[in-house]
Every structure is written in C-alpha cells, then in structure tokens.
C-alpha cells in the first residue's frame, strides 16, 4: 500500500563536507526509524485488534451451531410426532382442519362485509 503522505525526499544534492553530509544521512536514518516504529506500532495494534474480533466471531458462530443443533433436534422430534399422529389419528384431523378453515374465512368474510 502507497502513501501519499510519505515525507521522505532523497538528498538530490551532496552538501559541502564528509562530515556533514554523513550527519544528514545519519539524521535521516534515524527520522526513518521512528516512523518505521510508529508504522510497527500501528500494525502490531491492527493486528491485535483483529485476532480480538476473529476469536469474538469465532465464539459467536460456536454459539450458533450450538443452537442450530439444538433447534435441529427439536425440529425432527416435532416431525416425528406429527407423522405419528397422521398415522394413528386417521381423517378426523383433515375434518377438524377443513372445518377451522370454514370458520376463519367465515370470519374474515363478516368483518370484511362490516367495513
């Protein structure tokens, strides 16, 4: 990732002198070790900030298939029960529905026909 921000300018010219032109590259070295520090620092906390959120997310998603299982179950114990009672009941439930189906719309017609 290129930032546009990036203060470093490249000596274009020699300065006068061994000594002095050591010192400027000496400063300059150590200006780029500290933002190479602070862009350390930055990335070290990024990337606790990230195993943070994985080890949330991790725990909510064992969360979730902890109650998918759970629901999963319950689900096919009520499947179960619902075949048994359409094999022992025999056709008295359909009568019972068709006649709760009868009553519902018989309602909904008297409340629509008052409006």
Avoid: C
């Avoid at 959120?53 to 499947?79: P, S």
């Amino acid at each position: 990732m290129r930032r546009t921000n990036y203060a470093y300018q490249p000596l274009t010219q020699r300065p006068p002198g061994p000594s002095t032109s050591y010192d400027n590259l000496e400063d300059e070295n150590e200006r780029s070790t500290e933002e190479l520090k602070e862009k350390i620092g930055a990335l070290k906390s990024l990337t606790i900030d990230i195993g943070n959120e994985v080890r949330y997310q991790d725990k909510l998603i064992g969360g979730l298939d902890d109650d998918l299982d759970r629901t999963g179950g319950f689900l096919g114990n009520t499947m179960g029960r619902v075949i048994r009672l359409g094999k022992h009941s025999g056709n008295r439930h359909m009568f019972y529905m068709f006649l709760f189906i009868l009553f519902v719309t018989f309602v909904l017609w008297i409340i629509l026909k008052l409006r």
